[in-house]
């Protein structure tokens, strides 16, 4: 039986790259969207948050000069192509999926409205919501926070590919042990890289615990809304 009843699913650029490194790993997009339609079969209401970073990174293109506000509205961009990427792999394994984007544009997929969120909720469609906070200067971690606490979802899964949170990198300091749990207070005294200050703040402010997991391993989600120990709590 899950424990959850809504999630909030945060799945980053660098995922949806696979090995490829930059832009959408098709087989990786199948593989996230079965993951999907499985919790969905347990019953469990869904909401994704994209990123971006495998298309555009506003940060990285600010610090070679370009200016940080165009940049950003690049990255969001960005999230929005993922996003419909994600929406078709998902229909056609018989997910219902409505995209929802932060910025405008009405022709592509919906306007990010509460209430209307939630209502698609009810109605058991999974909910993309793309184009980030729709502000310049955030990340779409932070995006992924609001919603979650916007949506009131139980809890909200940030899917990496390494197992859960360390005490440092894994992939470069071999010696790197894994958290099981976790306070928000750690994360951020310790300045733990899963989340930005903002998002981890949001999620500590308004009691939203958080499970990092390796989205690799098979059915990490899946386990993880049955209770089972998968990566790291925070909360
Ligand atoms: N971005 C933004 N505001 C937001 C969310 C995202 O400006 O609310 C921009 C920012 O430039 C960022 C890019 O979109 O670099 C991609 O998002 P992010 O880096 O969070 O994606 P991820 O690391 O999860 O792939």
Same mark, same amino acid.
């Given at each position: ?20 490194g ?18 969905r ?5 869904? $909401? /994704? #948050? ?6 555009? @990174?506003?940060?990285?293109? !600010?610090?070679r000069?370009?200016? +940080?506000? *165009? ?13 419909l990427?994600?929406q ?5 394994? $018989? /997910? #219902?999926?409505?995209v929802?984007?932060?910025? @405008?544009?009405?022709?592509? !997929?919906?306007?990010?409205?509460? +209430?209307? *969120? ?30 979650a ?7 909200i ?15 470069k ?14 994360v ?48």
């Amino acid at each position: 039986m899950p424990r959850f009843k809504r999630i909030l699913l945060k799945l980053s650029g660098e995922i949806l790259a696979g090995s490829k490194g930059y832009g959408i790993d098709e087989d990786v997009l199948n593989t996230l969207a079965a993951e999907i339609a499985d919790v969905r079969k347990a019953g469990v209401e869904v $909401g /994704v #948050v994209l990123g971006g970073g495998n298309i555009f @990174r506003g940060l990285a293109a !600010a610090s070679r000069g370009m200016d +940080r506000v *165009a940049a950003d509205y690049m990255g969001m961009l960005g999230t929005v192509i993922n996003a419909l990427a994600m929406q078709d792999t998902l229909e056609k394994k $018989g /997910v #219902v999926t409505r995209v929802m984007t932060a910025i @405008r544009m009405e022709e592509v !997929a919906e306007p990010y409205i509460r +209430r209307r *969120a939630l209502r698609h909720f009810e109605k058991g469609r999974t909910v993309i919501f793309a184009g980030g906070t729709g502000n310049p200067y955030f990340s779409t971690d932070t995006a992924a926070a609001l919603r979650a606490i916007q949506m009131k979802a139980d809890v909200i899964i940030k899917a990496t590919s390494v197992d859960g949170i360390y005490t440092a990198d894994p992939k470069k300091d071999r010696t790197a042990t894994l958290y099981e749990r976790l306070s928000y207070r750690d994360v951020i005294v310790q300045n733990l890289a899963v989340m930005d200050q903002t998002a981890i703040t949001l999620c500590a402010e308004n009691s939203l615990p958080l499970i990092v997991l390796n989205i690799q391993r098979r059915r990490a989600v899946a386990d993880a809304i049955c209770g089972a120990r998968v990566g790291t709590i925070v909360q």
